[in-house]
């Protein structure tokens, strides 16, 4: 049996309980060691077998995973964040089911929720955003055309940005170009949750010169919108003049 396991943002009393379960009864764990915090193998039990993915290609992966099943073994794969979210979790999916090795898979805390609660900030916030957008900069990878930053920056949505902070430049001006404004605040997060985390805000003006000034070269979410500034308006699920099926409304 091979669970996949959402390890959470980095903080390592931010996995789920049922992460930290599975990762206490694994005979083998598989983590993506150039992003999973190391720590949390301190969950794994004595003699359990440890590979880290970064220095593996798939092929080797499943070779793991296929000896654990011969040999009767439960393996964990260890996704930092979210497994939902740049896991690439789908084509393991599909080399398991071709073997007929059952699986199944544990959700986590993705860095985009550590980011907003270091932040202590709201994503939807009223008359200011009610969508978020969660995409990266294309790069060595590409993206669909269709969802190039530029066409993205339109909706002037809340954007949440992996993978992008080597990428600033070219980002900032897609930003720009694309339809938020010059003072459109942006929060760049540095390893969320973790305990080296580091929090810079600035403006989509500014972002490229922010992180060039700062170092900053991966491991970082950027946060562009609105929702982090002064003005919304108060929500209607606990105004006293509006009407829910909890309670009546009293002004």
Same mark, same amino acid.
């Given at each position: ?8 943002s980095?903080?390592v009393d931010l996995i ?7 990762l206490? &009864? ?6 993506a060691?150039?992003?999973v915090?190391?720590?949390?193998l301190c /969950?794994?039990?004595?003699?359990? &077998? ?15 995973i ?5 040999d ?13 979210? /740049?896991?690439? @979790?789908?084509e ?6 071709e073997l007929g090795? &059952?699986y199944?898979v544990?959700?986590g805390?993705?860095?985009f929720?550590g980011?907003a609660?270091?932040l202590?900030t709201? /994503? ?7 969508? @978020?957008?969660?995409? +990266?900069?294309a ?7 269709r969802e190039?930053?530029?066409a993205l920056?339109a909706h002037?949505?809340?954007m949440?940005l992996?993978?992008?902070t080597?990428?600033t430049?070219q980002?900032?001006?897609d #930003? #720009?170009?694309?339809g938020?404004? $010059? ?12 305990? &080296?985390?580091?929090?810079? +805000?600035?403006?989509v003006?500014?972002l490229?010169q ?6 900053l070269t ?9 929702c ?7 929500s ?6 509006f009407t829910?099926e909890f309670r009546? $409304?009293?002004?």
């Open positions: 049996m091979v669970h996949f396991v959402g390890a959470g980095g903080a789920t309980v049922r992460g930290s379960r599975l206490s &009864e694994a005979d083998v764990v598989i983590y060691g150039s992003l915090n190391p720590d949390l /969950y794994t039990k004595e003699g359990c &077998e440890i590979h880290n993915s970064a220095q593996m290609t798939l092929e080797q992966v499943i070779e793991v296929k000896k654990a099943e011969r009767e073994k439960t393996t964990v794969r260890l996704h930092t964040g979210d497994s939902s979210i /740049y896991g690439a @979790v789908r393991q999916f599909d080399a398991l089911q090795i &059952e199944d544990c959700p805390v993705s860095s929720c980011a609660a270091s202590k709201e /994503y939807t916030l009223p008359d200011v955003s009610q969508t @978020v957008i969660i995409t +990266r900069t790069g060595r990878t590409p993206v669909p055309g190039s930053i530029r920056a002037q949505s809340t949440v992996f993978l992008s080597s990428l430049e980002l900032q001006a #930003l #720009l170009s694309g938020y404004p $010059a003072n459109t605040p942006v929060a760049i997060v540095y390893k969320a949750t973790w305990p &080296e985390e580091r929090i810079f +805000r600035c403006t003006e500014t490229h922010t992180v060039v000034s700062t170092g991966k491991t970082s979410i950027i946060i562009v919108g609105n982090m500034g002064d003005k919304y308006l108060r209607l699920l606990y105004h006293p003049g829910t009546e $409304a009293t002004e």
